[in-house]
C-alpha cells in the first residue's frame, strides 16, 4: 500500500492517467516490428505463456485481476501461512534426508545447520535394527526425527518411540513423524496396507506424544509420475481426506485427525508456480477442515523437498541452482520444513560436499539473504494471488475427479490416477523434446567432454506401482547411445557443419546445431574439410539468402563427396539434395535418435 505525505501530495500527480487499453496498444506496435499484426487483447496473449492445467501467465497484472482476500497468516483460510509468526523466529526447519548409514554424515549435518532429520527405513536403505546407530549421539530431543519406512512403517515407529524412552526423552518433548503413508505407498509399489496399525499410532500419538504426528501426506509420487501442479494438489487432497476419513472412524476427532497429518510436496524451480502451490495447498485443506467442522484445525504443515523431475545427471552442477531457485521458493511459499536434494542426488550416494552445499542453501538463504525475517513475501502481488487462486481452482477440480472415482484408492487401483499423470507427462515430454522447455547442461549448452563425479550406487527405491519420471530422461538415453559408441569404437558419432559464407551469415546457425546435436551426444565439426572429418552426415550452417544461392549447389558436392545425409539449419524448404531440416521448435529427440541410428550408435 502506497501511504500518501500530510498535505496528499502524491509522486504520479503530473502524469495523465493510463488505461489499459493503452497499454495494449503499445504492446501491439511492439509486436508489429515482428511481424506480428495483432491488436488488443490479442496483442496482450500473444505474450501470455501458456501453463499446465490450462493455466496462463499474462505479462501484465493489475488491481483489476482480483482474487479471494487470503486473510492474515495464522487465521484461516492460512494462504499467508500457518502460524502468525511464520518463519520469522529461526527460518525454516533444516530437514535433511539420510538413506543409508554413511560415517558421521548425520551428525555432520546437525552440527552444521541442520535441524531435523528424515531417515529412509527399510531393508535396503536404513534397517530397522540399525535405527539406534544411525541416530547414536543425537539429541532425540533437539533434532526432530521423520521416518519414511514403507511397508516397515509400524516395526520403525516402534523402534523410534523405544529410544525415545531408553535415551529418557520425555513424551512432550518428542518431536517429529512417523511417516505413516498407506496410499503413498501403495502409489510407489501397488502394494496395498492396512490402515488399523496406522490408526493406533495416530491414536497413541495424540494421547501420548503431542509433538509428534502419526502420518505424512506425501504428493511426491504423483510428482514424479510426471503430474502438474494442480494434479499434486488434487492427489495430496483426496489423500488428506482419506485420511481424515479413517482417523475420526478409529475414533479421532477432526481436530486430532488434522493434527496427525503433515504434507509433503515437491518445490521446482518455476519459483512463482511452487510459492503459489503452496499457498494454494494450505487454502484447500483449510476448506477441507472448513467443512469437516474444524475451521481453527485447518493450518496445513507442509515439508517441501526439491524436486527429483528437475535434477539432471549431465552437467549436475547446474542442480544447485535449481534447487536454490527451489528452496528460495519454497520459503517465499510459507513451507514449515524444507529439504534441499544434493546436486549429485541423480548420480547416487550424496558426498559430504554434496551434503554441505545442500544444507548451507537454506542456510544463506535463512541467515544471510534473511528471507525468512517477512511473512508471505509474495503476498499482495496481484499476479501471485491470481494464480494461486486459479491454482486452488485447477487443484479442486482434480480432487473432485478423484472423488468421483472413490477416492485415492480406487483412483490408482484401476489405472485411471495413473492414466491422468501419464496424459500430462506426455505433453510436457513433447515440449521437453522440441526444447520448448530447456534443461540446462542437456538439452541446451551441453558439455561432451565433461566427467561426471563418481559416486555410489544409491538404495534402490521402491517401484512397481506409479512410474518415475526425469526431465532428462530422454536426452540422457541419447547421451548413453553415444558414450557406448565412445567405449566400443573410440570415438563419438560425428556431423561436419558445413559453413557458408562469412562469420556473420553462419555464426548464429552453426551455434545453434552445435548445442542440438551435442544434447544427443553427436560431436559437431567445423574445422577442416567434410572428407578430414571422419563424418559421414553433414548440416548446412548460413543464412536464408545465401541458401537461396547456394544451399543445392552445396548439398550435391557433399552428396557426391559421400555425405549420407544433408541437414540443413533453418526453416523446411524446396532445397535439392537436401534430407531434412533443424529449426527452433523441431523435434530435437526424434532428429537425434534418428541420427544416431543411421551412425549405429545402439
Known amino acids: 500500500m502506497t501511504v500518501l505525505p500530510d498535505d496528499g501530495l502524491s509522486l504520479a500527480a503530473e502524469f495523465p492517467a493510463t488505461t489499459h487499453e493503452q497499454w495494449q496498444r503499445l504492446v501491439a506496435g511492439v509486436l508489429r516490428k515482428s511481424n506480428k499484426d495483432v491488436k488488443g487483447p490479442q496483442a496482450e496473449e500473444a505474450l501470455s505463456t501458456a501453463l499446465e492445467d490450462g493455466l496462463r501467465t499474462r505479462p501484465l497484472y493489475t488491481a483489476h485481476d482480483t482474487a479471494p482476500p487470503p486473510g492474515f497468516p495464522g487465521f484461516a483460510p492460512f494462504v499467508r501461512g500457518g502460524r502468525p509468526e511464520g518463519n520469522t523466529v529461526g527460518g525454516w526447519d533444516v530437514r535433511q534426508r539420510h538413506a543409508t548409514l554413511v560415517g558421521d554424515a548425520v551428525l555432520g549435518d546437525l552440527e552444521n545447520g541442520v535441524t531435523s532429520l528424515w531417515l529412509t527405513v527399510g531393508p535396503d536403505a536404513i534397517p530397522v535394527a540399525s535405527l539406534a546407530r544411525a541416530l547414536d549421539g543425537v539429541y532425540l530431543d533437539l533434532a526432530p526425527v521423520v521416518l519414511d519406512a514403507g511397508q516397515e512403517v509400524e516395526p520403525a515407529a516402534r523402534e523410534l518411540l523405544r529410544l525415545y524412552e531408553e535415551r529418557g526423552v520425555a513424551r512432550e518433548a518428542a518431536r517429529g513423524n512417523l511417516g505413516a503413508d498407506p496410499l503413498g505407498h501403495e502409489a510407489r509399489t501397488g502394494e496395498e496396507s492396512a490402515f488399523a496399525p496406522v490408526a493406533e499410532l495416530a491414536r497413541l500419538c495424540a494421547e501420548q506424544y503431542p509433538g509428534l504426528r502419526a502420518l505424512t501426506v506425501d504428493a511426491l509420487p504423483y510428482h514424479e509420475a510426471g503430474g502438474s501442479a494442480a494434479q499434486e494438489l488434487g492427489a495430496s487432497l483426496a489423500t488428506g481426506v482419506a485420511y481424515l476419513r479413517e482417523l475420526t472412524e478409529a475414533g479421532l476427532s477432526v481436530e486430532q485427525a488434522c493434527a496427525q497429518l503433515e504434507f509433503r510436496y515437491a518445490a521446482t524451480a518455476d519459483q512463482f508456480l511452487t510459492i503459489a502451490k503452496l499457498r494454494a495447498a494450505r487454502r484447500l485443506w483449510a476448506r477441507v477442515a472448513e467443512v469437516s467442522g474444524a475451521p481453527a484445525a485447518g493450518a496445513q504443515v507442509q515439508h517441501a523437498v526439491t524436486s527429483p523431475v528437475m535434477m539432471s545427471r549431465r552437467d ?235 544451399a543445392a549447389t552445396v548439398a550435391a558436392e557433399l552428396k557426391a563427396a559421400g555425405a549420407s545425409h544433408v541437414f540443413l539449419a533453418g526453416r523446411p524448404g524446396q532445397y535439392t539434395d537436401v534430407d531434412a531440416y533443424v529449426f527452433a521448435g523441431c523435434d530435437a529427440v526424434a532428429v537425434l535418435s534418428a541420427t544416431l541410428d543411421r551412425m549405429g550408435a545402439s
Not at 497 to 519: D, E, K
Open 316 to 550: 549436475p552442477w547446474v542442480n544447485m541452482l535449481r534447487t536454490t531457485v527451489a528452496t528460495l521458493a519454497a520459503g517465499v511459499g510459507g513451507a514449515d520444513s524444507v529439504t534441499v536434494l544434493p546436486f549429485d542426488h541423480a548420480l547416487g550416494l550424496p558426498d559430504a560436499f554434496a551434503r554441505r552445499i545442500a544444507r548451507n542453501t537454506s542456510t544463506i538463504l535463512v541467515e544471510e539473504s534473511h528471507l525468512a525475517r517477512v511473512i508471505d513475501p509474495a503476498g499482495g502481488s496481484w499476479y501471485v494471488e491470481r494464480l494461486t487462486d486459479e491454482l486452488a481452482h485447477a487443484g479442486w477440480e482434480f480432487f473432485q475427479w478423484i472423488e468421483g472415482l472413490g477416492g485415492p484408492a480406487p483412483a490408482l487401483r484401476s489405472g485411471r490416477l495413473g492414466e491422468a499423470l501419464a496424459t500430462t507427462w506426455a505433453a510436457r515430454s513433447a515440449k521437453l523434446a522440441k526444447r520448448r522447455e530447456p534443461i540446462t547442461g542437456v538439452s541446451e549448452f551441453p558439455n561432451l567432454a565433461e566427467r561426471l563425479p563418481h559416486r555410489e550406487p544409491a538404495p534402490v527405491p521402491p517401484s512397481g506401482g506409479l512410474p518415475r519420471v526425469r526431465r532428462d530422461e530422454a536426452y540422457e538415453a541419447l547421451r548413453a547411445r553415444s558414450d557406448a559408441h565412445l567405449a566400443a569404437t573410440g570415438s563419438r558419432p560425428r556431423v561436419f557443419l558445413a559453413t557458408i559464407g562469412p562469420a556473420a551469415a553462419h555464426s548464429a546457425r552453426t551455434t545453434f546445431v552445435s548445442n542440438l546435436f551435442q544434447a544427443g551426444g553427436i560431436e559437431p565439426v567445423t574445422d577442416g574439410t567434410f572428407a578430414d572429418s571422419g563424418a559421414t552426415e553433414v548440416c548446412l550452417c548460413s543464412s536464408d539468402t545465401l541458401y537461396e544461392e547456394q
